[in-house]
């Protein structure tokens, strides 16, 4: 037998919070371990509880969700659950360490998924905010300002260019006349050298700092 997810709702309205542990409660693989009414609150709470997943709101008094999810980032992992789409959470989410950002209009089941996906190790986003993303990530005039470069090398300053256009690591090989296998290895020191968690990241780095 599958073991479920469990998983810990941070959100500041009542009807909302309990209503979305509700829900969640009568989808398979899920289980909700504990609410918390602000990002404090949460911290508290998943510290505690250790749940596999926290669905975070983005705005809450005391602590907000994207403050919330940055202290939790190295304990477990946030998917935030908003109804802001605006890109600057959107950034700041990911900034904070967020596997995913969804809006508040998705199904029941649909939630419960994404949920399990997370815990899975696979990001989520809604629709119109994966298009907002991909916006950024191909409009470096949206970043939000410059700040210090990474010792990076000459190959590696050249992969994240392309890395931040979207380009596979088959497209990049072929770009820049390597192997396959030689840009999995330059892309994994990138990451490294950047301290960031995925390629997302990598490249909304690359735009903050006019490398793209």
């Known amino acids: 037998?599958?073991?479920?997810?469990?998983?810990?709702?941070?959100?500041?309205?009542?009807?909302?919070?309990?209503?979305?542990?509700?829900?969640?409660?009568l989808q398979a693989g899920v289980r909700v371990v504990g609410t918390a009414e602000n990002g404090s609150a949460a911290v508290d709470?998943?510290?505690?509880?250790?749940?596999?997943?926290?669905?975070?709101?983005?705005?809450m008094p005391v602590l907000d969700g994207l403050a919330a999810a940055?202290?939790?980032?190295?304990?477990?992992?946030?998917?935030?659950?908003?109804?802001?789409?605006?890109?600057?959470?959107?950034?700041?989410?990911?900034?904070?360490?967020?596997r995913g950002y969804l809006l508040k209009d998705l199904p029941a089941a649909d939630l419960a998924a994404a949920v399990r996906l997370v815990h899975a190790g696979i990001d989520q986003y809604s629709a119109t905010v994966s298009a907002r993303v991909l916006g950024m990530l191909r409009d470096p005039g949206r970043g939000t300002g410059p700040q210090p470069a990474a010792d990076l090398t000459k190959r590696e300053s050249e992969i994240l260019?392309?890395?931040?256009?979207?380009?596979?690591?088959?497209?990049?090989?072929?770009?820049?006349y390597v192997?396959?296998?030689?840009?999995?290895?330059?892309?994994?020191?990138?990451?490294?050298?950047?301290?960031v968690r995925d390629r997302t990241q990598a490249a909304i780095y690359a735009l903050d700092h006019d490398l793209a």
């Open 70 to 98: 940055a202290a939790l980032r190295d304990r477990t992992k946030v998917l935030m659950l908003t109804t802001f789409d605006d890109d600057e959470y959107v950034i700041r989410a990911l900034r904070a360490g967020a």
């Open 179 to 195: 192997s396959e296998g030689t840009v999995k290895n330059h892309v994994s020191n990138i990451l490294t050298r950047l301290g």
């Open 161 to 176: 260019r392309l890395l931040a256009t979207g380009a596979s690591n088959r497209e990049i090989a072929r770009a820049l």
């Open 1 to 25: 037998m599958t073991t479920a997810t469990t998983v810990l709702i941070a959100d500041d309205q009542p009807l909302v919070r309990e209503g979305i542990a509700s829900l969640l409660t």
């Open 45 to 59: 709470l998943a510290l505690e509880r250790k749940p596999d997943v926290v669905l975070m709101d983005v705005r």
